[in-house]
């Protein structure tokens, strides 16, 4: 081992600063901002948060954690329940984190993916204490090289005071080679992007760091957690064959290709389900420029259906761990990792035209989408890359059942309860009932699209019954609501366990 | 005349396509989509137009009107009231479009500015019929020189069968130079805008259009439409001090310089009494990055305070109208115009660092803004350029007085009843109460700030007693509400006409 981590070490006297997680997590200061690094359950921090968990017994210690995205159980279930975290952002994604933050006791800052790195820039968030970045190797020539994720690690390794790594030597060297780190300089000076292409490298292959900074280096052997997501079901087989069938008639009304255009699709067993139903498409020669590159992606690329795949993070099952990173070289000239703010920023995404998926947690008549709050008071994930993507797409398109909890809720609503998406940013909605396209709709015109298409039949009448009523009390207004009713069916669902009206009354 | 316009005609046989408005107006085929020049009353068809409601008023004709922006009364006003448009996109200001929208009578898709050429790029918006555009000239080089709007007219020129062009010799042909024409090309084939100054040309000085497609030459006289601006009250000048005041905190604390950063404003009188604020401050060297250039750029121009401006558009009074066109010579190398897409462009927004300042019809308590929708359905205007500029600025700030219809109405509400720009859209908020700066907050941080600093005082105590009875019956999730209550204040105004809750009970 020892030998493995020299040969990970390139610079002279870094050896020097390895030591032991707790010797690490004590250097840790009570009260300060730390960046990490992670996206997704990838590439994140794991055992000096650990280690963390364990000082955290014996003392009082608070620190404000930010991080690329979610990350695995290490920080934001074990770190979160040891109560060391005061303020979190920019999104999160675990149960026990979750309920700290609906009980107030850690304070969310939920954020589009790509706005972070801007706001450590410009001095609102920070100043940065330490950056843990969990990293591969840090090479003879000065690069901090990440894991399986970017993230946010370039802009926390170039602010913090100071950076402790994790030197992680059970992934794999072949890691080195697949970043293309590119930091936008300060506003107002900076060049523009030079990416013309998703598969275009324009940066270095690791972070340039100052190893005086280097405050501890710790030696990892904690493999990712595993993504999470589930096999499709039927409902989400459906809701992918709809979306293959749209995009062949796109094609056929001439607006896109067989290689459609670069596809970006959310985290989760929804969308991973959707880019699986490529494999039996037509399309080819896709390229994918995205957040996060879930199974998928792998199996799509096996397939010889996607010719390239460009992303912040690579978030796999533990089957597709072992295939993947066994076998990296085989992937290694056909995808890259970028910093969250390039592969999310709107100059990229709108340049490329990118196809964007995500998965609404509800959404109403007109088309505007809740991401994020649960019946508008308690945060769910958190609004993540979305919003980046879908005001910037070429096609932003929004999946969700059309219903939850057996039945008892409709996924559309008269009125979001929260809204994350407005009405302006959305241009599909696909639910396993069907496809409403709204691009270039007034919401009255979406309204019988959504609900004849994507809304449960057990609601389409009660839906229409709403919007009924509102057009005659106000006649037709832009947007016809009866405010008295607009969110009655959250009422209802908190008092009667359903949205369904004869219950109400 | 015959001579002018003969100088203004610079390709050979056009002349030959000059007809009257009514012999152009003959030529638009009902039930087609239409495209015409004009942003914010300035560069806007106007002869055509009004031939087509002389036309109205023998037979039924529909159209479907895209342009810029707001336009004057020859279309959003006389036009719609002669029940010729169908469909209304992107952006409107006038009281009998509105009126006409509000009663059904015209279809309209309220839209981000930046986001209309992109569709029709897409072949959402199409086929286009006809553009109208108003041209100062039409060059020996085959350019079309627009007037004092760019907009959308490059797009509409780019994918229209053919073109109706209103020469307008009243303005001033030393219009001739101040625009900068860059489109971008098909998504995925683009390169990256070459801008990195507000200041930098990067185009052509006019529209290239192919002379076959010129249907006809219509020769105008009419001026543009006033700008409405009001000069500034007690309370407008209260935000704007204010602002100046936060500007200043901001170099203090080392994250602007007295340069600042391009400066974005919306339309109207509180932006323009912002901008006026200028006149008197130590800020120097400022550059201005916007949508509509109106009579405070140019008064700060005239101070030595504004060293440039860039935007899509010139509305002024009738009073700057004739200063700044009679003397254009003085500010034509301190003033460009550039189309929408490229002034309202994230790529551009974001890379600059712009500030941008934008009205808020209303916010609430977590910091959404609704910018559009008048107690949630009825149309105001539109959402216009203010999704382009607050996503993306390096600072994006609301302001609003915290009342309105003498008091009965707080403009901060617990929740608002149309959401346009999201909570993680929201900067800072400006009332004549104060300031609100939420940068970095999370929901429940940003309430006693927004309460505190913004409300009025008359409605301090309700929205206390809103959010505190909140969170007693939910207890600390991310964002308290009471779906019950939530909208209640609206259904309060329309029954009792005050948001007041004495007066509820």
Redesign the interface.
């Known amino acids: 081992m020892k030998e493995q981590i020299a040969k990970r070490l390139g610079i002279k006297g870094l050896e020097e600063k390895v030591m032991t997680a707790s010797e690490a997590a004590a250097l840790i200061v009570d009260g300060t901002v730390v960046g990490m690094s992670g996206f997704t359950r990838a590439g994140d921090a794991k055992v000096v948060p650990m280690a963390l968990v364990e000082r955290a017994k014996n003392e009082q210690i608070k620190i404000d954690v930010y991080t690329g995205a979610s990350l695995g159980p290490e920080v934001d279930n074990h770190l979160a329940a040891a109560g060391v975290i005061n ?1 979190r952002g920019p999104f999160q994604g675990d149960r026990v984190m979750r309920n700290l ?5 850690i ?6 993916l790509s ?1 972070n790195a ?2 450590v820039r ?4 920070g100043p940065i204490k330490h950056a843990i970045i969990e990293a591969v190797a840090i090479t003879e020539d000065g690069y901090l090289i990440p894991t399986t994720s970017v993230g946010n690690s370039p802009i926390f390794a170039d602010y913090a005071e100071n950076i402790i790594v994790e030197l992680n030597i059970t992934h794999p060297e072949t890691l080195i080679g697949i970043h293309d780190i590119y930091v936008p300089g ?3 000076k ?7 292409n998703a598969d275009q490298r324009i940066g270095t292959k690791g972070i340039k760091i100052d190893p005086a900074k280097i405050q501890a280096i710790v030696i990892s052997e904690e493999p990712d957690a595993p993504s999470l997501i589930v096999p499709p079901d039927e409902e989400t087989q459906k809701m992918a064959d709809q979306l293959l069938e749209f995009f062949q008639s796109e094609i056929d ?3 896109l290709t067989k290689e459609l ?2 596809l970006q699709s959310g985290v989760g067993s929804v969308a991973n389900a959707v880019l699986d139903g490529f494999a039996n498409s037509d399309f080819e020669n896709l390229v994918v420029s995205s957040e996060v590159l879930q199974d998928a992606v792998f199996n799509l690329i096996d397939a010889g259906k996607v010719r390239f795949a460009a992303a912040t993070s690579i978030t796999l099952t533990e089957e597709l761990q072992q295939k993947v990173y066994g076998n990296l070289e085989a992937y290694a000239d056909k995808i890259l990792l970028r910093p969250q703010e390039i592969s999310n ?3 990229l995404i ?4 990118l196809i964007s998926i995500n998965t609404a947690l509800e959404l109403d008549i007109y088309g ?1 989408v809740n991401s994020t ?1 649960v ?5 769910m994930n958190g ?1 993540g890359g979305s ?1 980046d993507f879908a ?2 797409a ?1 096609l932003g398109i929004f999946v969700t059942k059309s219903y939850a909890k057996g039945g008892d809720v409709s996924s559309i609503v008269p009125m979001v ?6 009405e ?1 940013d959305v241009d599909v909605i696909v639910t396993e009932q069907g496809i409403a396209d709204l ?4 919401p ?2 979406r309204v019988p699209l959504i609900i004849e298409n994507c809304a449960h039949p057990d609601f389409k009448e009660q839906l229409w019954d709403y919007y009924n009523r509102a057009v005659e009390k ?8 009866i ?2 009713e ?2 009655s069916w ?2 209802n669902l ?1 008092e009667n366990k359903t949205m369904k009206k004869e219950v109400a009354k």
Chains 1, 2 share one sequence.
Request: aromatic share 2%; no cysteine.
């Open positions: 303020k933050i609906n009980t107030g006791e304070t969310y800052v939920d954020a589009h706005h801007e706001l410009q001095g609102v968030i300060e506003q107002g900076r060049e523009p992007f030079p990416i013309t009304a001439g607006r255009m670069p920023h709107p100059e709108r340049r490329l035209g505007n709050h019946s508008g008071t308690k945060m609004i919003g005001r910037n070429r309860s929260h809204v994350d998406h407005t302006h691009r270039g709709l007034a009255k015109e106000l006649g037709n207004v832009q947007t016809p609501h405010l008295e607009a969110l959250h009422v908190a």
